[in-house]
């Protein structure tokens, strides 16, 4: 199995930036795809962006498309976001999620970490 821990969301302007990491130990991280989902009051948990196990597919929802982008360093074991040109809508709890396969990651992710809160003030 693989444990997940986010860290670097914090509180940022609109228009500034954050870079999030998602670290991970236990199985190989190299086997699992991993992803980036959000999660604000009163909405759904939503896909943000996802990485495949080698990184040289990636995908990001509509609404951060151009603004965000997600990469993996497989020998630090970590996963990374990061995000410009921040709106006040990315408000939320950033999640990482890994799996083994894709689709399962689309669907709802094998692991989890605990989440890390991101605040964009108008």
């Known amino acids: 199995q693989v444990q997940l821990v986010e860290s670097g969301g914090g509180l940022v302007q609109a228009g500034g930036s954050l870079r999030l990491s998602c670290a991970a130990s236990g199985r190989t991280f190299s086997g699992y795809a991993v992803g980036w989902f959000r999660q604000a009051p009163g909405k759904e948990r939503e896909f943000v962006s996802a990485i495949t196990q080698s990184g040289h597919i990636t995908d990001y929802a509509d609404s951060v498309k151009g603004r965000f982008t997600i990469s993996r360093d497989n020998g630090k074991n970590t996963v990374y976001l990061q995000m410009n040109s921040l709106k006040p809508e990315d408000t939320a709890i950033y999640y990482c999620?890994?799996?083994?396969?894709?689709?399962?990651?689309?669907?709802?992710?094998?692991?989890w970490g605990q989440g890390t809160q991101v605040t964009v003030s108008s």
């Open positions: 999620a890994a799996a083994a396969y894709y689709g399962t990651l689309m669907r709802r992710g094998d692991y």
